[in-house]
């Protein structure tokens, strides 16, 4: 179906599973014929954020990304982004309901982009988006920061921490939230 099917084991699924550590009960949360990776686990164990893909490759963006959330006690599954391209990751901020989203300046429609738009961003210039859950309102926090974000971690007391590449060098940041 793709050119990717030429690679050994393309085909495989990865699915989410619960392990009850006391009792060794293993409960299967997804199945499917697509890969679903596993973003992050909020502060109070009752969500989880994860992620699939699918391939278009005759448009770009060839791969988009679609964002759910899972509610562990019910297992219902809310879609929060469907369809974008140039997603990273998800990250839960600790305590809120809110996430923070790692993706290119292209994606969301451009809004983390400051290029004219018939210009093309470099895909691989990451922003840092705010995600509120509830309201769905979605903010590009890092649109007018040059350096292409990395990694980012988040502590209790609402600060993020990330790298950043910028140019051939690679820095340490705190965004206070």
């Not at 509610?71 to 469907?82: G, P």
């Not at 040059?146 to 910028?166: G, H, M, R, V």
Request: proline share 5%; hydrophobic share 35%.
């Amino acid at each position: 179906l793709t050119p990717d099917d030429r690679q050994p084991g393309y085909r495989n699924r990865s699915k989410l599973s619960r392990l009850d550590l006391a009792s060794g009960l293993l409960q299967p949360l997804t199945y499917g014929n697509k890969n679903l990776w596993l973003n992050d686990i909020s502060s109070d164990g009752q969500y989880i954020i994860f992620s699939f893909n699918h391939e278009r490759l005759t448009k770009r963006p060839t791969t988009l990304t679609t964002l759910c959330r899972m509610n562990l006690s019910t297992l219902r599954i809310d879609t929060l982004i469907a369809d974008d391209g140039f997603i990273t990751n998800a990250t839960y901020i600790p305590n809120t309901n809110k996430l923070l989203i790692t993706a290119s300046a292209e994606a969301f429609n451009r809004i983390g982009c400051t290029l004219p738009s018939n210009l093309i961003p470099n895909q691989f210039d990451y922003q840092i988006y705010l995600l509120d859950i509830d309201s769905r309102e979605l903010k590009p926090l890092t649109k007018d920061f040059n350096p292409s974000i990395k990694n980012i971690e988040l502590s209790y007391n609402n600060l993020c921490y990330f790298t950043a590449e910028d140019k051939d060098s690679v820095s340490l940041y705190k965004l206070d939230l």
